[in-house]
C-alpha cells in the first residue's frame, strides 16, 4: 500500500516532470517561463524537481503560459489513452497521394509525439511534405525511401533512420521497386 506522503511525492514528481519536459521542448528557461506564467522563478524550479506542488491556480497560470491544457499535468494515463492496439490500425489518403498512413498512436489534445505508419506505394514521390511538427524521425522498416533535405538526397533502406527539422525543406521519395514502408514521428507545434 502507498502512503499518502508516498502519493505526494509522486503526484510532486509527475508534475515537475511534465512542467519540465514541455519547458525545455518549447526552449524555455525557466526565467522565461516566470514571466509567461508570472510563478516566481525559484517556485518553479522546485516545482520542476518535485519538491513543491503548485496550487490549481498556479498549475493553471502555467499551463496557459506553455500553451497546453490544464489536465496535461494531472490526467493520469489508462489503456486507452496510452496503448494502441495492432487491430485498431486504420490506413487514410490524402487527396493527390497515392501514400496511405495509419496513425500508431492514440489521438489527444495534448500529445507531444505524433506517430504514423506511412505507406508509400514503388515510385511514389511526394514532392514537399508539409506537417505541423517541429522535428520528424523516420524509421524505414521495408524497401527504400529517398529523403530530400534542402537539396541533398540519403537513400534510406530498411533498418536506416532519419531525424531533422521540419522547418528544413524536404521531400520523400519511394525508389524502390516495391512498396516502402516507413514509421513517421512527429512532434507537433504546442501553438
Known amino acids: 500500500m502507498v502512503s499518502p506522503l508516498d502519493n505526494k511525492a509522486v503526484v510532486a514528481a509527475t508534475i515537475g516532470n511534465r512542467v519540465r519536459g514541455v519547458r525545455q521542448r518549447l526552449q524555455l528557461t525557466l526565467q522565461d517561463l516566470a514571466t509567461a506564467s508570472g510563478v516566481s522563478k525559484p517556485f518553479l524550479s522546485q516545482v520542476e524537481r518535485g519538491m513543491a506542488t503548485p496550487s490549481i491556480v498556479t498549475l493553471s497560470a502555467i499551463a496557459k503560459a506553455m500553451g497546453v491544457t490544464l489536465q496535461y499535468f494531472v490526467e493520469t494515463q489508462d489503456e486507452e489513452q496510452a496503448v494502441?492496439?495492432?487491430?485498431?490500425?486504420?490506413?487514410?489518403g490524402f487527396a493527390g497521394s497515392a501514400n496511405q498512413f495509419g496513425r500508431l498512436t492514440n489521438a489527444g489534445t495534448n500529445r507531444l509525439l505524433d506517430a504514423q505508419l506511412v505507406r508509400m506505394p514503388a515510385g511514389e514521390t511526394t514532392p514537399v511534405v508539409m506537417t505541423?511538427?517541429?522535428?520528424?524521425?523516420?524509421?524505414?522498416?521495408?524497401?527504400?525511401v529517398s529523403l530530400t533535405l534542402e537539396g541533398r538526397t540519403f537513400v534510406l533502406q530498411a533498418g536506416d533512420t532519419a531525424?531533422?527539422?521540419?522547418?528544413v525543406p524536404h521531400a520523400w521519395v519511394n525508389t524502390a521497386?516495391?512498396?516502402?514502408?516507413?514509421?513517421?514521428?512527429?512532434?507537433?507545434?504546442?501553438f
Request: proline share 2%; net charge negative; charged share 30%.
Open 84 to 92: 494502441f492496439r495492432r487491430d485498431d490500425l486504420k490506413f487514410f
Open 132 to 144: 505541423s511538427a517541429v522535428e520528424e524521425f523516420m524509421y524505414v522498416m521495408s524497401g527504400e
Open 177 to 190: 521497386d516495391e512498396e516502402s514502408v516507413f514509421v513517421w514521428v512527429g512532434t507537433p507545434k504546442l
Open 163 to 167: 531525424h531533422y527539422e521540419s522547418s
